[in-house]
Structure formats: structure tokens, C-alpha cells
């Protein structure tokens, strides 16, 4: 089933450990698109500016992205500047123009209207909630936000996250939305915001899925919300971490999005995939190991996060 | 099998968020000792002072444990002072006072010698040193060590890592004595400097063993080195993380010293035991929860862990 998702198409200057790379292709839509087309048909709705050309199309063509809903606006695109030369779990940002962005009104094309899911990657709240509002007929609702949104728009932020099946973000942000240090009531405390399921990523550290319902809850008995941790592996070589949360991402709404049915042992399965191509994406600058990934890598992939943190 | 341990046994006093308690019975060894006394004989090596009475005495027999290696020497038993208020996860030191342990000469009965399982908890690698080369007849030798022998004792203790079969650290120790960022890359640095086996421990987010040899390696054609990861779950309530690593290890080494065989399926589970038993050394100050633990809740968590991580 098509995903619809909503969220930046951007540029990227990034410099790490292993180098530096500048105006890259990048964006929260942009890795979560790339990511979940493995899955599923994605549809984007994002605005460009003029320095978005044919080389930029072609990465999303290559993928079978719909792009119909990427408006073409005049200036500059969306631009991010960080580095993460102490620390490779944490950018430090250098600079962040708004660009075309700064008046982006969303406009949902007609094709996309049947799309049964839906992501608001990490943009401003009050863009997440019209574009929501826009589509009353999706299937699943999932989203993202940041540590920015959260401090300084939390009433906008509130309004989304009520309407929200799946909610994703990292721990800081998590303990943050709630304003507690333990991650097992800070989630509680989000649940209770309205998100039916928290995700909560932890970097190499894998992913935990929280439950404010049953539909997702690993014991069927309602004996217990139990989290359920999806593990992760360490990587030899983290050449990149930007984009590793929208990869994950990807990888979860877009398993999702392939199935029939929404069960407990599918969650579980689209965590792993999360976590298989958040790692994929530290691999390389940019985007540019998820575009020359494969199927088959990915599930030889997840096979192998499956082998080594299974007990038998 | 039988474990000899030796380590300290001292008295803590501890602040955390939940509140404060003076002078609970503590120590590497007290910790290790207790936990692994649900799977296996344990036998202890180290000095206490006349503070050290019967109440404490209790605790050991209570859990079957061999103190006759326990010296009893003028004096006080060493003391720690610390808290946890700002961040669970590193505890900020305000008193070490060494007392009895400052002219410790470590005694092995004979009754400790046919012990075929040898844990050398964190002390002055010196004292590791000799307690190993007294007792030339183990079968499996595990240590564990911290920052402060890391930067200030680094020629003792590359001695003692030689002969090691396991070392247990934390990712802020594998990096720092590897002097390398990336924890596949540390992990192998320290690999290098002797132990076949390295058990990285991450606090909320499990364990990873690393191999550097194929003994315990998940696969068995040589194909390649890969790491295990032991996943744990967040905790509701984090009361005192004092002696949760010990208590891991204790756990870790217990279960291992428990089995006839030592495969890597053997140690994959002694990993989970390990993150079980330090799960429940956080829920009380002190060794209090570990006193009153029974094996089947202790099987119980371990079913949960399996459960709440794996696929199916």
C-alpha cells in the first residue's frame, strides 16, 4: 500500500571523521523515501527550489518515487550545515536556511489521495497537522519530530501528536516531549499525549517500541503493555550518521505499508528492518549508500541483526 | 563448578534520585558473589575491616557463599562515597578511602584451589595479577577493571588482560583503553592486547561480545568474527545503579560456570543471565534486591528479555 509522506527535500553540507562532503542531496523525505521504496510505493510532498535540478530528480525517479507533489518554488532549497567531529550520535549544526521553505503551503496531488499511509517526517508541526488534516482517509498515521519543535512550538506539536498511530524519536527527545530522565515513564508520559505506539530509536543501540493500546502490544492477554527492543549492531565504520533516523524510519512505515494486516510479530519485523537500514545509511555520505542498495542486502542484512542478538 | 573470586567487599554510601543510604554493604565481590551464587559455589578473596560484623557476615552465608578467603584485618573495610543525581548511568565519586585495602596481600586457601573458574574483579591489577598466578590450574579465568587503572596503571594491567579468557567493561573503558571512538574498532584494539572473548556492557541497552578467537564466535565456519549482542530492557525504576556491571558479571560468569560445556549458544545465554542479574541489582540500594531474589524470578526476567527482543 502507498505511502504518502510530507517533510524537508534538501541540501546538505556535512563534514565527520571521515571527511567532509558539500550539498549533498538530503532531508527527512528525502532518506525516508529513498528507504521505504524498497518496501513499498512512496509519494512526496516537499518544495524545492531552483538548485534542484535533473540529478536530484533522478535519484528519486531511480527509486520509482512519486515526486508529483514536489512543488518547484523560485530561490534556494531547503540547507543544512553540521558536522559531527566529537561526536558521532550528535550533529552539531552549523547553519540551517529555511529557504523555499519558510512559506511552504503543502498541496496534496489528487493521485495521492488513495495513499493509505501516512508520514509526517520531522517539518514544522503546524505543516504536519494541515497535511493531516488534508488526507481524513489514511489507514495509519506515523511521525517524527525534534528537540526544536518540542521546546519552542509545543502546542502545535500537541495538536499532531494526538492524532498520531506510531510516533518516532530518539531518546533525548523522548525524556524531553516528557520532561523525565526515565525512558520507561518518559514514554508513558508521550503515550499519554496521544500516540497509540512509541518508537523510540537508540541509535546503534537499536529501537523500543512502547504501547498505549493493545493493537500493536506484544502479549495479546492485556496481561501487560510490554516494550518490545528491536537490537542493533555496532558498525565497523560510521561514515555518516545524518538521515540514520529518516532511514530508519523508512524502513519501518515502509515494511509496514507491504503487509496485509498490522499484528505484533509485523511490528516487530519492521523494527528490525528499521534498524537494518539506519545502519545501511551510516555507510556513506548522504544518501549515496542507500541508493546503490539492493533487496537482497537488505534482508541478508537483517537476517544477520536477526542471527546475532537471537538466542538460538 | 566452583568460582574463586577476588575483589572488594566495602561499604557504600549512596545518593541517587530515590533517596540516600549510608554504609550498605558493598563492593565488587559482594555484588558478583551474591549474583552468582544462583547458579553456581562461589568462594570470595578479599580484606575487610572490624566494621565488618555479623550482620554482614550474614548476607554471604545466607547465599552459601565460601568467605573463609575473607580476611579480617585492623582497621576499617574500604569505603565508597558516591551519587547518581544528575545522571544515572555514571556515578561522580566524593570519598574513596582504600582503609584495610591499602596493604592488601591477597591469601588463597586450599580449599579454594580446585576452583576451575576464576573472576578477577576490579582492583589493582597488581592484586589481580598475583591472585591469578597462585592459582596456575583454572579453567576459565574472567576480569573486569575501570578508568582509573585504565589511564594510571596501564603496564599492570596490560599483564593481567594477557591471561585473560573473558573482560568485562564498560563502552566507556573498551574506548578509552583502546584509545579509539568506534567501539567495533576499540573492541578489537583491546582484543589485541590478549582476552579471547570482550563483553562490552551498555547499562539500559544490554551487552555485545566481541571475539578474538573462535571458542565462543556465533559462527563456527570462520567466516568471520561477528559480535553478539544481549539485548535488556529499560527499567520503571532505576533506584541504585551501584554494583549492576559486578552484578552482570556475577550472573555472566555464574551460569557459564553452571554448564558443562562452553559453546557459544552456552554463552549467549550466559550473556542474558548477566543483563538479568544486573536488572534486578538497580531496583534496590545496595545488594537488597539481590538478597531476596529467587531463581524463578530470576528465570522469569530471563523468559521476559527472550521474549520482548526476539522475532518470534
Request: hydrophobic share 40%; proline share 4%.
Amino acid at each position: 500500500m502507498a505511502i504518502t509522506v510530507v517533510g524537508s527535500v534538501a541540501f546538505d553540507s556535512i563534514e565527520t571523521p571521515a571527511g567532509r562532503k558539500e550539498r549533498c542531496l538530503g532531508g527527512a523525505a528525502t532518506y525516508f523515501s529513498i528507504s521505504a521504496s524498497f518496501f513499498t510505493s512512496v509519494r512526496v510532498i516537499a518544495v524545492v527550489g531552483e538548485d534542484f535540478g535533473a540529478a536530484e530528480e533522478a535519484v528519486f525517479d531511480a527509486r520509482g518515487i512519486d515526486t508529483r507533489g514536489i512543488e518547484h518554488a523560485r530561490g534556494k532549497s531547503f540547507f543544512w550545515q553540521g558536522s559531527y567531529l566529537e561526536n558521532l550520535n550528535e550533529a552539531k549544526t552549523h547553519a540551517t536556511e529555511l529557504n523555499v521553505f519558510a512559506d511552504f503551503e503543502p498541496k496534496i496531488p489528487d493521485s495521492y489521495r488513495d495513499s493509505e499511509f501516512l508520514f509526517l517526517a520531522n517539518i514544522d508541526p503546524v505543516l504536519q497537522r494541515r497535511v493531516r488534516e488534508q488526507m481524513p482517509g489514511v489507514k495509519l498515521v506515523a511521525g517524527d519530530t525534534m528537540n526544536y519543535w518540542i521546546k519552542d512550538h509545543r502546542p502545535a506539536l500537541k495538536e499532531v501528536l494526538k492524532g498520531l498511530d506510531v510516533l518516532l524519536i530518539n531518546d533525548t527527545e523522548t525524556r524531553m516531549l516528557a520532561g523525565n530522565n526515565n525512558l520507561v515513564q518518559a514514554a508513558r508520559g508521550v503515550l499519554a499525549l496521544g500516540p497509540r505506539t512509541l518508537v523510540v530509536k537508540h541509535g546503534e543501540y537499536g529501537a523500543t517500541a512502547f504501547f498505549g493500546d493493545h493493537s500493536f502490544a506484544p502479549k495479546s492477554d492485556g496481561s501487560a503493555h510490554h516494550p518490545f527492543r528491536a537490537p542493533a549492531l555496532p558498525l565497523e565504520e560510521v561514515v555518516d550518521p545524518t538521515g540514520a533516523g529518516d532511514s530508519f524510519a523508512g524502513g519501518f512505515f515502509g515494511y509496514l505499508a507491504s503487509r496485509r494486516e498490522l499484528t505484533p510479530a509485523i511490528l516487530r519485523r519492521a523494527m528490525f528492518y528499521g534498524g537494518v537500514m539506519g545502519s545501511f545509511a551510516c555507510e556513506r555520505f548522504g544518501t549515496e549508500r542507500l541508493q546503490k542498495l539492493t533487496r537482497k542486502e537488505i534482508d541478508e542484512r537483517f537476517t544477520l541483526f536477526r542471527e546475532l542478538t537471537h538466542l538460538d
